[in-house]
């Protein structure tokens, strides 16, 4: 089981070294590691946020851990050297164009929500994000206008086989879970999101079982916060899905619980390639100090024991101890806890 591991910049490399001694407490046979430098951090050891030799590593392995990047001395630099273009290259040079992202409620958490506890406690839903696409990775420019003022823009689109492969991944969770699929979208403004809309009405024919909704993005916002326990999995693009899915992290409680896995079409002798990666940044804030929470991290690692590597029971295993911990009191400063990093792997160590 070949995992390259690319924890990146601020609370990427302590985060990701407590999803390391969870794997390791496995005790799984013929896992081998390659580490890689990645995000800022590789644009000050090799001169680019994605060096080639990183990619190299990643599609060589069977799946990758990944810990986060961004640091806020690179703000300035030129765009395609930021470190944030290692995890966009990443999604698209690994053509990873599914990105799950799950939120659920956690006993003991309820008054940490942002939401009323009853309604907190609802919450269980996924967020399925196409990743490849969208006004992330439409041409993007500058101009200066006839009269001298300055204008950017980004083209945002879809095609339709990008729409398909995305809506059939939504349609096929939804079969494992509970059969609702909520397509969020802005087809009453956006031309994208009226094609959206027909290829997901299109791909819905095939599952005759799935109720399918649309909503609109500014709709879906609003729902998220008034009745979160109302959605199972909700499809949609690129942008919006990066908008709530943060949004969905408070419902629950904190950004430092969520874990999501990007995936493909690309199988491997023991599942589908992915990478997987906490929702959060870098957190340049609280890096380096040991107070970061690592449980989206280790949730994450759950999520490539499942989804690459076929390994249902030990991610069952890791996501029932965070649980415990959580339940516990086991929580880090984003939950008003004291617990630093490394206490918090400890304990889910322990409950493993
Ligand atoms: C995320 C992040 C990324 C995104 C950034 C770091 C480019 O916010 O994974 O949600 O916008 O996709
Ligand atoms: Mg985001």
Redesign the pocket.
């Known amino acids: 089981m070949k995992i390259a591991v690319l924890a990146g910049d601020g609370i990427g490399p302590e985060v990701t070294q407590e999803a390391l001694r969870v794997l390791d407490a496995l005790k799984l046979p013929d896992v081998a590691l390659t580490h890689a430098d990645v995000g800022a951090t590789a644009y000050r050891s090799q001169g680019h946020p994605l060096p080639q030799e990183t990619l190299e590593a990643a599609r060589e392995a069977d799946a990758v851990l990944f810990g986060a990047?961004?640091d806020p001395a690179c703000d300035n630099i030129e765009r395609h050297l930021r470190p944030?273009q290692a995890?966009?290259g990443l999604r698209s040079e690994l053509e990873l164009f599914a990105n799950l992202r799950p939120a659920q409620g956690y006993a003991g958490l309820e008054d940490m929500s942002a939401l009323r506890p009853e309604i907190a406690s609802a919450i269980d839903l996924v967020i399925v994000r196409e990743l490849n696409g969208d006004v992330?990775f439409g041409k993007k420019q500058r101009d200066i206008l006839e009269d001298g003022r300055r204008e950017g823009w980004d083209r945002m689109s879809y095609a339709e086989d990008e729409v398909r492969r995305i809506a059939h991944v939504a349609f096929r969770t939804a079969k494992t879970r509970n059969n609702r699929v909520t397509s969020v979208d802005k087809a009453n403004v956006l031309e994208t999101s009226r094609l959206w809309r027909e290829v997901v009405d299109e791909v819905a024919a095939e599952y005759p079982e799935v109720r399918l909704d649309h909503m609109y993005v500014d709709n879906a916002a609003m729902q998220l916060v008034k009745a979160p326990g109302s959605f199972d999995v909700v499809l949609t693009g690129n942008l919006f899905g990066?908008i709530l899915?943060?949004l969905a992290s408070m419902c629950v409680g904190s950004i430092g619980l969520l874990a999501s896995s990007s995936m493909g079409a690309r199988q491997t002798d023991f599942g589908t390639f992915g990478l997987y990666?906490p929702?959060h940044?870098s957190a340049p804030d609280i890096a380096g100090r040991g107070k970061a929470n690592p449980m989206a991290m280790i949730l994450s690692l759950a999520m490539m024991l499942r989804h690459s590597f076929g390994r249902e029971g030990e991610a069952a295993a890791i996501e029932a101890a965070v649980a415990k911990a959580l339940a516990d009191g086991i929580h880090g400063g984003d939950l008003g806890g004291d617990y630093g990093c490394e206490a918090i792997g400890s304990a889910v160590v322990e409950r493993l």
Do not use: F
């Open positions: 990047v961004g944030e995890i966009l992330y990066d899915s943060d990666e929702i940044g």
